[in-house]
């Protein structure tokens, strides 16, 4: 079983971040909130591996009470 | 045809008997369940009294489509051919999002099984079939009694047998049963005469449902519609049906004038903008539901055990559940005929409990996820829905997340009492202890053919021993390739016990007559 990396893994996280929000430019909130369901599921299949992604829903949580 | 009584009211000799007469079995309703598990048994041998307060097949068509497994077990019962003749085979379909549509699909059924992936077929045909099928058997002198315009009032459940009591035109009378199977549908009147729950989960949403004929000439696919403009924020479905009629189903909402929507012409101005103004059609039957997602605690209480809606009840999306109903009649009826003959005891019920509430919470689960698809719950669940919807125009990959209803498949039995530990190495997942049999080519013809009704063994490729008379089916020395790779995966030859319900008890790489006989105590509950 693979586990999900959730240490630093990017050459050039400043570019990521910046193309990250560039795509949400001129659009409304709920344009944004479309974007990102849309850039989930096109990642979600990419990784393609539900025990990873139950992973990064758990790491992207906010921590229990 | 709904019109026709089938089963009319006539006098039995029950009714001037001094004390109830008793009966082995009664079943109360002749829906589905309650006809097919009248057939089931009486193919048995085991005489049985079907009671419905009606004389005729159900009003509109209901469930229309029936899974594959559905005509296998109807293969079983002498009448899958009739409704294969009589039902639409279809494998396309069309998926549209508001204004467009998104995408084309082909099911492209796998090869290699006699029967498709399933037909539809309007209730009233599939219930007129099993009404045919049980004249068949009084023809051939089996004992099934169909009593129809009988209600029944009360039930007594006492030591060994229940006391029925039957309200008739003629007046009341009572009977008494050594065992009450309760097919009488989801408001099951059995259920609250012995004060069980039906708990689970209401949806707030009404369809509309109108089954109409039209003179122009659609595809035979299945179109549905996610928020298009004649039906804006809600779902539409078009499904053929034989016949020329075809089903429409449209979700309305939650806070609607349910008397308003079922007049005539509100359903045609609907129908119409839907279609689209210039097709011509008929109205045959309009109707609104609401449905539920819930089950009893448990499905066996004594010697009454409930079956098809009476015990569970889901959404009709994936047609989950009269093809559900018709698997339970198929775990339960042998399991009841094995104890009335005295070769298994009482507990082996206990097992259909155990399977079929296993097999209905995975069709509750089904159904209530399409349900969360087609009627998404919160902002974000319909964000996520519209993103998928949006991204399968031009992705394949965000197809199958699509969710209008998942084709109902039979249950494996995974983790029950009834199976062996599965000592064929290298066989396929598909096929291991407590999976409904894959159909195959097998030897010239097919292989749920040669199985079911009563245990059996399957030998591939090597002998299987004598053991407890149990009739051996061989394959001829050219395997075909399906059957390899449904039945034998990796390894060379193998050795299967077989349910008379065509679930896999057993399987080894190679078995003695010992384990043979091991497996068949455990399979009928003698062994815990
Ligand atoms: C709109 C709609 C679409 C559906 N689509 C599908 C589909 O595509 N595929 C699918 O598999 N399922 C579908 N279903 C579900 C399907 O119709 C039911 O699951 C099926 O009818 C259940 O069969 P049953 O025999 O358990 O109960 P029922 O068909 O409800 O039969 C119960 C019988 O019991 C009798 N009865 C009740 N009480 C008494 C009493 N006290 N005394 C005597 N008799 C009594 C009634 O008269 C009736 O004949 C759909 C349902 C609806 C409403």
């Not at chain 2, 779902?235 to 053929?240: E, F, I, M, R």
């Not at chain 2, 097709?279 to 004594?302: A, P």
């Not at chain 2, 079956?307 to 559940?321: E, I, K, L, N, T």
């Not at chain 2, 669940?381 to 209803?405: M, Q, T, Y």
Request: glycine share 8%; with cysteine.
């Amino acid at each position: 079983m693979t586990d999900l990396t959730l240490a630093p893994n990017l050459d050039n996280p400043d570019d990521i971040y910046e193309d990250l929000l560039n795509a949400h430019d001129g659009l409304s909130p709920e344009e944004s909130a479309s974007l990102n369901a849309r850039l989930i599921l096109v990642l979600a299949n990419h990784i393609g591996d539900r025990e990873i992604l139950r992973q990064a829903i758990r790491a992207a949580r906010p921590p229990d009470p | 045809m709904h019109d026709e009584p089938l089963y009319p009211y006539s006098r039995s000799t029950d009714q001037d008997a001094r004390n109830p007469v008793r009966h082995r079995i009664a079943i109360v309703g002749a829906g589905p369940v309650g006809l097919a598990a009248g057939i089931d048994l009486a193919m048995k041998n085991i005489p049985v009294v079907i009671l419905d307060e009606n004389d005729r097949v159900s009003h509109g068509s209901r469930a229309i489509c029936f899974s594959k497994r559905t005509l296998e077990i109807a293969d079983r019962l002498g009448l899958g051919q009739t409704l294969l003749d009589k039902g639409v085979q279809w494998n396309a379909g069309k998926v549209f999002f508001r204004d467009r549509k998104v995408y084309d699909f082909n099911l492209l059924p796998e090869a290699g099984h006699s029967r498709p992936a399933f037909i539809n077929l309007q209730q009233y045909h599939l219930e007129h079939a099993l009404v045919e099928r049980i004249r068949s058997l009084q023809g051939d002198g089996l004992p099934i009694d169909l009593r129809g315009g009988g209600k029944v009032e009360a039930v007594r459940p006492g030591e060994t047998e229940t006391a029925i009591d039957i309200s008739t035109p003629d007046g009341p009378y009572s009977i008494a049963a050594d065992w009450i199977i309760a097919c009488d549908g989801a408001t099951s009147g059995l259920r609250d005469m012995l004060g069980l729950g039906f708990t689970g989960r209401v949806f707030e949403d009404n369809f509309l449902i109108a089954d109409v004929t039209m003179e122009v000439e659609f595809p035979t696919e299945r179109w549905f519609w996610f928020d298009p403009p004649f039906n804006p924020g809600q779902s539409a479905l078009l499904h053929k049906q034989p016949d020329g009629v075809w089903r429409i189903d449209l979700q309305l909402g939650w806070n609607i004038d349910r008397k308003a929507e079922v007049e005539p012409e509100r359903v045609r101005a609907r129908v119409s903008q839907m279609l689209g103004a210039d097709v011509r059609f008929e109205l045959e039957w309009v109707s609104i539901y609401t449905f539920q997602c819930r089950r009893m605690d448990r499905f066996r209480h004594g010697r009454i055990v409930f079956a098809g809606d009476s015990a569970h009840q889901v959404s009709p999306f994936g047609a989950r559940g009269a093809n559900s109903g018709i698997q339970d009649v198929d775990n339960l009826c042998w399991k009841l005929a094995a104890i009335i003959n005295g070769e298994a005891p009482e507990s082996l019920l206990d097992s259909y409990d155990r399977e079929r509430i296993q097999a209905a919470d995975e069709n509750i689960l089904n159904s209530t996820r399409s349900t969360d698809f087609i009627t998404p719950k919160s902002d974000m669940s319909r964000i996520f829905r519209n993103a998928v919807l949006d991204l399968s125009e031009r992705h394949s990959f965000a197809r199958p997340f699509v969710n209008s209803g998942r084709l109902s498949l039979p249950s494996t039995y995974d983790g029950s009492t009834l199976n062996s530990a599965d000592l064929l190495e290298g066989g396929p997942y598909s096929s291991r202890p407590g999976a409904p049999c894959p159909d195959a080519p097998f030897n010239d013809g097919h292989l749920l053919d040669h199985l079911g009704g009563r245990f059996s063994l399957l030998a591939i490729g090597r002998e299987a021993p004598t053991a407890a008379n149990l009739p051996i089916i061989a394959s001829k020395s050219d395997i075909s390739p399906e059957m390899r790779e449904r039945y034998l995966g990796k390894a060379r030859s193998a050795v299967y016990l077989i349910r008379p319900d065509q679930h896999v008890a057993a399987r080894w790489s190679f078995a003695t007559a010992e384990d043979v006989r091991s497996a068949l105590e455990r399979a009928t509950g003698k062994t815990p």
